[in-house]
């Protein structure tokens, strides 16, 4: 990959959750299942994140990528229901590296 494309790609990776500011801890910290009221909460974060970030100038250029980090490629993810073909590769490395993540601290913790 260009150096360029990979460092808009590590920018979208450190603002991808952005929008998990505006979820209260008490949902993010909540040890069991969500109720789907919470979900739903937890589901506007993504959309919140590309909005954030399409109104700053200097990352235009990552929101939608930020945006789309829980999209699935058959149509089954969020905020869009966007299927593979409607999703970059920039997209679906955030999603893998943003899977990756959360996998890897849910085994450290046990």
Same mark, same amino acid.
């Given at each position: 990959?260009?150096?360029?494309?990979?460092? #808009? +790609?590590?920018?979208?990776?450190?603002?991808?959750?952005? *929008?998990?500011?505006?979820? %209260?801890?008490? =949902? $993010?910290?909540?040890?069991? #299942? +969500?109720?789907?009221?919470?979900?739903?909460?937890?589901? *506007?974060?993504?959309?919140? %994140?590309?909005? =954030? $970030?399409?109104?700053?100038? #200097?990352?235009?250029?990552?929101?939608?990528?930020?945006?789309?980090?829980?999209?699935?490629?058959?149509?089954?993810?969020?905020?869009?229901?966007?299927?593979?073909?409607?999703?970059?590769?920039?997209?679906?490395?955030?999603?893998?590296?943003?899977?990756?993540?959360?996998?890897?601290?849910?085994?450290?913790?046990?």
């Amino acid at each position: 990959m260009e150096p360029l494309r990979i460092q #808009r +790609l590590y920018r979208a990776a450190l603002l991808h959750d952005l *929008g998990k500011l505006s979820v %209260s801890n008490t =949902i $993010l910290d909540k040890p069991g #299942r +969500l109720t789907p009221e919470e979900f739903a909460v937890i589901k *506007g974060h993504s959309r919140l %994140s590309e909005q =954030i $970030l399409s109104r700053i100038h #200097r990352f235009e250029d990552i929101a939608r990528i930020a945006g789309q980090h829980h999209e699935k490629l058959d149509g089954s993810g969020y905020p869009d229901g966007l299927v593979a073909a409607q999703l970059t590769l920039d997209s679906h490395i955030l999603t893998v590296a943003d899977i990756y993540g959360a996998l890897s601290k849910n085994l450290s913790r046990n």
